[in-house]
């Protein structure tokens, strides 16, 4: 079967995409699912957090989307079993601009991660940069589904108004067959009144889209990036580690019920 590919996505800043596709990839492969993470956010926090170091010789997401490398030459294997990624570099950015005058500029990714390219993953997740620009049009446009992570503070539904929008538009006119894979509430703090009460905000717009799963505000999943590795890795009996742990057995299970629909 195809890989699916799954963008992760948030055009705020700070809710906790990177440490989602990087925890949920981690998980996947702890299931002995071959799972990719592809890089795409200039930042490059979702390669720093694998333990990534540019040498300037290996091809990046920036050669993979404007067409100077496969998928093939451009992933790597991380220290994580079953657990690869396309790193990307602070170069990415002009990405942005190289693509402006490119023909099928919104397709560049879905081309790179077409057919047999990735014939040998189960999951290839996409780590999106905090904005709507088109680095994330061009993930949308790959992905078969999304997941959109919220952070449990005042301002969680600032910006999801807007890709909602984006994604009805990416369905109109560049993918049709794009879903929403799930809406995962982040930085959970069960301490405030005001996170329970983000949670029953977001539930009551999004229903079941969201995830049972709450990742809590916890110091590990903070400190683990740092030192190169996935939470399971660095901690695997944080509460982080085993909040993502049950958040990868739920994600797998609503994709077999989906498949048997």
């Known amino acids: 079967?195809?890989?699916?590919?799954?963008?992760?996505?948030?055009?705020?800043?700070?809710?906790?995409?990177?440490?989602?596709?990087?925890?949920?990839?981690?998980?996947?492969?702890?299931?002995?699912?071959?799972?990719?993470?592809?890089?795409?956010?200039?930042?490059?926090?979702?390669?720093?957090?694998?333990?990534?170091?540019?040498?300037?010789?290996?091809?990046?997401?920036?050669?993979?989307?404007?067409?100077?490398?496969?998928?093939?030459?451009?992933?790597?294997?991380?220290?994580?079993?079953?657990?690869?990624?396309?790193?990307?570099?602070?170069?990415?950015?002009?990405?942005?601009?190289?693509?402006?005058?490119?023909?099928?500029?919104?397709?560049?990714?879905?081309?790179?991660?077409?057919?047999?390219?990735?014939?040998?993953?189960?999951?290839?997740?996409?780590?999106?940069?905090?904005?709507?620009?088109?680095?994330?049009?061009?993930?949308?446009?790959?992905?078969?589904?999304?997941?959109?992570?919220?952070?449990?503070?005042?301002?969680a539904m600032e910006g999801v108004s807007m890709l909602m929008s984006t994604v009805d538009e990416v369905r109109r006119f560049l993918n049709p067959g794009l879903t929403i894979d799930g809406i995962l509430l982040t930085m959970y703090d069960e301490r405030t009144n005001l996170a329970q009460q983000v949670a029953d905000e977001v539930r009551s717009v999004f229903g079941d889209l969201v995830f049972e799963t709450q990742v809590p505000r916890n110091v590990r999943l903070a400190e683990a990036p740092s030192f190169g590795r996935p939470i399971h890795a660095y901690d695997l009996r944080s509460r982080g580690s085993q909040a993502y742990l049950e958040l990868g057995r739920e994600y797998l299970l609503r994709r077999e019920s989906a498949y048997v629909r």
């Open 1 to 155: 079967m195809k890989a699916r590919v799954v963008a992760v996505a948030n055009q705020k800043g700070g809710v906790g995409k990177t440490t989602t596709a990087i925890s949920l990839g981690a998980t996947l492969a702890a299931y002995e699912r071959q799972t990719l993470l592809v890089d795409l956010d200039p930042q490059s926090n979702c390669s720093s957090g694998l333990g990534f170091r540019d040498n300037g010789e290996q091809p990046t997401s920036y050669d993979l989307v404007l067409g100077g490398a496969t998928v093939e030459t451009a992933a790597r294997p991380s220290e994580f079993p079953h657990l690869a990624l396309v790193p990307a570099t602070p170069h990415l950015a002009g990405a942005e601009i190289d693509l402006v005058g490119m023909v099928g500029r919104e397709f560049r990714l879905r081309d790179a991660l077409a057919g047999d390219a990735t014939g040998q993953y189960d999951f290839v997740f996409v780590d999106c940069p905090p904005s709507l620009g088109l680095l994330t049009i061009n993930a949308l446009a790959a992905a078969d589904g999304l997941l959109v992570p919220i952070q449990c503070e005042y301002f």
